[in-house]
């Protein structure tokens, strides 16, 4: 598939299409959603600001694209990241996501483990939440950024 193809309040754009820029300006902050025409019907999109407007795919829609889509991506039960949506991943909102990851972000100072301690022992063990490895953050990040990045939708840029 080489063509991609947005249906925007009516009329459908190629993904170069400049017109698609202002189409996407009109919906951007209305209730109103873009669709990828991959599959027949369409999939529901929504629209970013960034630099430029950009479509990218709802939560968890992954799947309902035609698999030669670029915003195409195999259900949460394949790739893993299903069974931590929820929990460990928490969607606040399109692009407000919390994860909970396994392993500290940040670097302390440390003062070195006593001998004999056990160095995974987690600090509260009755923590029954799941978390993030750092694999499945990774892929969840590899996830998120082929969405803005396939599906950007090209234009004059400001
Ligand atoms: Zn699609």
């Known amino acids: 598939m080489d063509q991609i193809r947005y249906f925007v309040r009516g009329r459908t754009y190629p993904s170069g299409d400049p017109l698609l820029q202002d189409a996407l ?25 960034h630099a430029e407007f950009v479509i990218k795919r709802m939560p968890g829609t992954g799947h309902l694209h035609h698999v030669a889509c670029h915003s195409f991506e195999p259900e949460g039960g394949v790739s893993g990241i299903g069974e931590l949506m929820g929990e460990a991943i928490v969607e606040h909102a399109p692009e ?56 950007r939708a090209a234009g004059p840029s400001r």
């Open 96 to 151: 407000q996501v919390e994860i909970r990851t396994a392993f500290a972000l940040a670097r302390t100072a440390g003062r070195p483990l006593p001998r004999g301690e056990q160095a995974d022992d987690p600090p509260s063990i009755n923590a029954p939440r799941k978390r993030m490895s750092l694999r499945a953050v990774l892929h969840f990040l590899y996830d998120r950024a082929g969405g803005t990045r396939r599906c």
């Open 25 to 49: 300006a009109r919906v951007y902050d209305s209730s109103e959603r873009p669709r990828c025409m991959c599959v027949q019907g369409g999939v529901e999109m929504y629209v970013a600001k």
